[in-house]
């Protein structure tokens, strides 16, 4: 069974940056989607960012993009989150996620993704 744990989260000032990794043991990810979710108090968990299988394709949600950049490293059974300049809405735990299939095609809901890491905390000030 495969585990995935994240790190390098922590608290920054807005406009700092934060990278976040997504470490996999037990197991490989390297036929998977990727996906980094975000869930703030209070609110659903939301979709950041997913990377295709091979990493050719990214995906990000509005709110980050131009400033999340997501990658992999299948090799090391790795995937990242750079934040760049981080605002303080960007506060939330943050995780990573694999998709349920294999080989599959990039998918944005919360539902496909059936591995998840523990979360690591973002806090984002003004």
């Known amino acids: 069974q495969v585990q995935l744990v994240e790190s390098g989260g922590g608290s920054e000032q807005a406009g700092g940056s934060l990278r976040l990794s997504c470490a996999a043991s037990?197991?490989?990810?390297?036929?998977?989607?990727m996906g980094w979710f975000r869930q703030a108090p209070g609110k659903e968990r939301e979709f950041v960012a997913a990377i295709s299988w091979s990493g050719g394709s990214t995906y990000y949600a509005d709110s980050v993009k131009g400033r999340f950049t997501i990658s992999r490293d299948n090799a090391k059974n790795t995937v990242y989150l750079q934040m760049n300049s981080l605002k303080p809405e960007d506060t939330a735990v943050y995780y990573c996620?694999?998709?349920?299939?294999?080989?599959?095609?990039?998918?944005?809901?919360?539902?496909?993704?059936?591995?998840w890491g523990q979360g690591t905390q973002v806090t984002v000030s003004s």
């Open positions: 996620a694999r998709d349920r299939a294999p080989w599959a095609a990039v998918r944005f809901s919360r539902f496909d993704y059936d591995t």
């Open positions: 037990g197991g490989t990810v390297s036929m998977y989607v």
